[in-house]
């Protein structure tokens, strides 16, 4: 009989197991955990970050920068701060930003530059134009709020999720929606598509190599095409560190003065 | 250069590197800087100064350590061939040390950059040096800011922050003294360059001349709110001696405050400060400056993709006019208020490779206009190449602008940075 109730019990408890497998979780769960593996991994994080910038004529241009972040709430505002090292004439220029994910609430971003020793404040309405020169915007970077588009699961394969995001606003950007490909197993968006207002692919971004880093599942490379100017930028991450316990070094006085996390 | 390449292999070597090598070779250092050349020409003739109002070749050189755990080491100097002056110049921009002897305190001691303030190439609470000869005459805007000896203490708390700056021994503009830019001579009733150089009497006595500057702060909810205190001198001559044979810095207090944050789609800015003479309160004496209120209100909006602009409003309003107007000698005294505009517009392009910028001051009471348009291609990440301008007109020969009408310069540069 116990054999029997055992059996029975094994039983129950793989089909469980093979039901939540085969679930599929809502639109909202999928694009919630997408977005909290691709930016707000652990409580803060540090990372040293090179980009390659190259253009249709193969010309290449480099930067590099150390970035950290600490989040506020997990999915919610962070706060970032960018520590160029290259090219030469940024160098030691510093760039930050208080993120608000609310609606109506920019955010808030400042710039350092130390010949000067001078603290812009940098007005912040378009998150869609080029991250120092790169074919990354500000909003890939930092994140774009979910609250802006609206989101569904179109295709469901055996390693992803695919969601189509059609922005609430559509005058407020130059694409008319994006599909993100995401991976089942952790969550991370493996591929970003971006279709312009005739419907044609324009803009791709992929996560070409994925790591484990403290149990944390990390992009280390993503790679930027823009379809229609053949410019591409490399993005890789070195150095890659969660849960450091930074202190609140997103003010003024660590503009003025980088912390040791930026330049250690 | 040489430096680093010395210096790196230690790095990696780390521990295990050879006992033969010396202490110094031993201390990280962190070598950067450009090389640079420059020329410009002054469009019209003016004869009092150079038809070339710039010819340099610079090397900027930038080593800093954070080697030690208690303090970062840094030094920046430049090496100058001056063609216009015909002499070699050595400037040393900044040599400091930092240091946090506590959590709450930071401590700069050396010589340094400074600035603090929200106005954009318009200062009230910034008192610290400028370098107007520099700015006119199409220099890199980074030499606009002349460097201080001085020590900075900086508090932090909950409550506000605080900046305290100490400057021993004053240190003035490095103002238009007719070397380099011509100028508006009142004694001589006339244009005046070369020929008439400035003499002033600079207070210069250490621990006695000093300068203090104090700065407390606060954010609220990304507004950025301060208010400061100044203790010093007119930093450009502001008065003559009795004899009226050298200009002179007369005493000045400054107290002001500030607000900054977010506003609609862009970033606005409010700034006051009450210029106190205190060597001539009460507005008698004609030979020193007369005491002032400065205001100023700014605005930055992006209003196209990579494109910017920014408007403010400054005004100066002198407090003891009538006083002032009865001992100027007649038909040459300004106006109770000078008001001023200023625009910048900044287009970036080709991948923000392209900086197409223009500032421009017009004095709608001093019926006068400055304009800085700049051109800078960045051809790779190390090479940059730049062109600009320096334009003034004005109605009067006597203006704070006007007074430059033929210092009007074009220039180019040409800067490898490494």
Not at chain 2, 283 to 309: C, M, P
Request: net charge negative; with cysteine.
């Amino acid at each position: 009989m116990r054999v029997i109730y055992g059996i029975a019990f094994i039983l129950v408890v793989l089909l469980q197991v093979f039901a939540a497998e085969s679930e599929i979780p809502d639109v909202q769960t999928i694009v919630d955990k997408a977005n909290v593996t691709a930016y707000y991994q652990g409580n803060d994080g540090k990372a040293k970050v090179n980009m390659v910038i190259t253009n249709k004529q193969g010309q290449t241009r480099e930067r590099e920068f150390i970035i950290l972040r600490k989040d506020v709430k997990d999915g919610g505002d962070q706060k970032y701060y960018v520590y160029f090292l290259k090219p030469a004439d940024v160098r030691k220029m510093v760039f930050m930003v208080h993120k608000h994910t609310e609606m109506k609430t920019d955010d808030d971003r400042w710039l350092y530059l130390p010949s000067l020793d001078l603290v812009k404040r940098i007005a912040a309405s378009d998150k869609r134009t080029s991250f120092v020169g790169s074919d990354f915007l500000y909003e890939d970077v930092s994140g774009r709020s979910l609250e802006e588009d609206t989101h569904e699961l179109i295709e469901t394969t055996e390693e992803l999720f695919v969601v189509k995001n059609v922005p609430k606003q559509s005058d407020a950007v130059e694409f008319s929606y994006y599909n993100v490909s995401i991976s089942r197993k952790n969550f991370i968006p493996m591929k970003m598509e971006y279709y312009d207002k005739s419907d044609k692919l324009y803009r791709t971004i992929e996560s070409v190599k994925i790591e484990d880093i403290q149990g944390y599942p990390t992009v280390v490379k993503s790679v930027v095409s823009d379809l229609k100017t053949g410019s591409k930028t490399e993005m890789e991450f070195s150095d890659v560190k969660y849960d450091i316990n930074l202190e609140d070094i997103f003010t003024e006085r660590y503009l003025r003065r980088p912390p040791r996390e930026a330049i250690r | 250069m040489f430096a680093a390449a010395f210096c790196f292999p230690a790095i990696v070597r780390g521990e295990t590197s050879d006992s033969n090598d010396s202490f110094l070779s031993n201390i990280p250092i962190e070598t950067h800087g450009f090389y640079e050349l420059r020329a410009g020409y002054r469009l019209g003739s003016d004869k009092y100064e150079k038809d070339m109002s710039i010819m340099e070749t610079r090397l900027q050189l930038d080593l800093s350590s954070s080697y030690l755990e208690w303090a970062d080491l840094k030094f920046k100097g430049d090496v100058l061939g001056d063609l216009v002056t015909e002499e070699v110049d050595f400037d040393t921009r900044e040599a400091y040390i930092f240091t946090m002897p506590a959590d709450f305190m930071d401590l700069k001691v050396g010589r340094q950059i400074l600035t603090w303030g929200t106005g954009d190439l318009v200062f009230i609470n910034d008192l610290f040096p400028k370098d107007w000869q520099s700015f006119f005459i199409g220099r890199d805007t980074e030499y606009l800011k002349a460097p201080s000896d001085a020590v900075k203490a900086s508090f932090f708390s909950d409550l506000a922050n605080l900046d305290i700056v100490y400057t021993p021994q004053f240190d003035p503009d490095r103002f238009i003294s007719g070397k380099r830019i011509s100028y508006w001579n009142s004694n001589l009733g006339r244009l005046a360059g070369r020929d008439a150089i400035q003499r002033v009497e600079k207070p210069d006595r250490w621990f006695h001349d000093d300068e203090i500057a104090v700065r407390l702060y606060k954010n609220i909810n990304s507004y950025e709110l301060a208010v400061y205190g100044y203790h010093g001198y007119w930093k450009s001559p502001g008065g003559q001696n009795a004899a009226a044979t050298r200009a002179i810095f007369p005493d000045l207090n400054v107290y002001g405050a500030s607000l900054r944050g977010n506003v609609g789609k862009g970033i606005g800015n409010l700034e006051f400060g009450y210029y106190d003479s205190s060597d001539d309160r009460n507005g008698k004496n004609g030979l020193v400056n007369n005491s002032e209120l400065r205001f100023l209100a700014g605005y930055t909006q992006e209003i196209g993709k990579d494109f910017t602009a920014a408007v403010q409003y400054y005004v100066e309003h002198m407090l003891e006019y009538n006083r002032y107007k009865n001992s100027s000698p007649v038909g040459l005294s300004r106006d109770r208020d000078r008001h001023l505009v200023t625009l910048r517009l900044t287009k970036l392009l080709m991948n923000q490779n392209l900086r197409c910028s223009l500032f421009t001051y017009f004095s709608p009471s001093d019926k006068d206009v400055y304009m800085r348009p700049n051109v800078n291609y960045k051809v790779s990440d190390n090479l940059a190449i730049e062109a600009g301008a320096n334009v003034f007109f004005g109605s009067y020969r006597s203006s704070f602008f006007g007074e430059f009408e033929n210092n009007t310069n074009i220039y180019t540069a040409l800067r490898y940075s490494f």
